[in-house]
T-cell receptor
Framework: DAKTTQPPSMDCAEGRAANLPCNHS???????VYWYRQIHSQGPQYIIH???NNETNEMASLIITEDRKSSTLILPHATLRDTAVYYC?????????????FGQGTTLQVKP | EAGVAQSPRYKIIEKRQSVAFWCNPI?????LYWYQQILGQGPKLLIQ????????DSQLPKDRFSAERLKGVDSTLKIQPAKLEDSAVYLC??????????????FGPGTRLTVL
């Protein structure tokens, strides 16, 4: 079972920041938080991941709370092309690697 | 750089028939994954290969599903015989590295299977 809880849907105005929350209260100390998104009729796309520090790349920022029980993905200037299902995933450790267990995600609708 | 290729894109079969899907990962990617995505749900991992060896197939219904990656490059996923509940999108993904600290998976466009 997925170890994360996300709101089923959110709206955001084009050009504004989109803040997508995720709860992962049972996360273990060595488990990473990953974010993927899936645009309609496409395969999922990696966005960002982190362990305990905040992370930023060209697509988004990831803010992880100090207790690591929740995180927020920030799309700084949302565009219509950011409309997608966003998955917050705690990557479960499996041997020397890990496994992505997808939940149902948050459907983000960016509106003009 | 070419992405993950999958074929066919769409397949319609009747229950109890057989079907096979093909995946060609990004060149040089050692790890290959097959996922099943039922409408309205997130993808579910069916099987993971590292080169041509199976790393995880715990979620693969082995009585009807099989997968192989004989030369450590492309892969096929087969369903025999298909059931109505197998209707889903079958996604293939690959990754260059799969360590505990880093795993960026690149997904193909998927094959949409409809079982009538």
């Amino acid at each position: 079972d997925a170890k994360t809880t996300q709101p089923p849907s959110m709206d955001c105005a084009e050009g504004r920041a989109a803040n997508l929350p995720c709860n992962h209260s049972t996360i273990s100390g060595n488990e990473y938080v990953y974010w993927y998104r899936q645009i309609h009729s496409q395969g999922p796309q990696y966005i960002i991941h982190g362990l305990k520090n905040n992370e930023t790349n060209e697509m988004a920022s990831l803010i992880i709370t100090e207790d690591r029980k929740s995180s927020t993905l920030i799309l700084p200037h949302a565009t219509l092309r950011d409309t997608a299902v966003y998955y917050c995933i705690v990557r479960v450790k499996a041997g020397n690697t890990g496994k992505l267990i997808f939940g149902q995600g948050t459907t983000l609708q960016v509106k003009p | 750089e070419a992405g993950v290729a999958q074929s066919p894109r769409y397949k319609i079969i009747e229950k109890r028939q057989s079907v096979a899907f093909w995946c060609n990962p990004i060149s040089g990617h050692a790890t290959l994954y097959w996922y099943q995505q039922i409408l309205g749900q997130g993808p579910k991992l069916l099987i993971q290969f590292q080169n041509n060896g199976v790393v995880d197939d715990s979620q693969l219904p082995k009585d009807r599903f099989s997968a192989e990656r004989l030369k450590g490059v492309d892969s096929t996923l087969k369903i025999q015989p298909a059931k109505l509940e197998d209707s889903a999108v079958y996604l293939c993904a690959s990754s260059l590295r799969d360590t505990h600290s880093y795993n960026e998976q690149f997904f193909g466009p998927g094959t949409r299977l409809t079982v009538l």
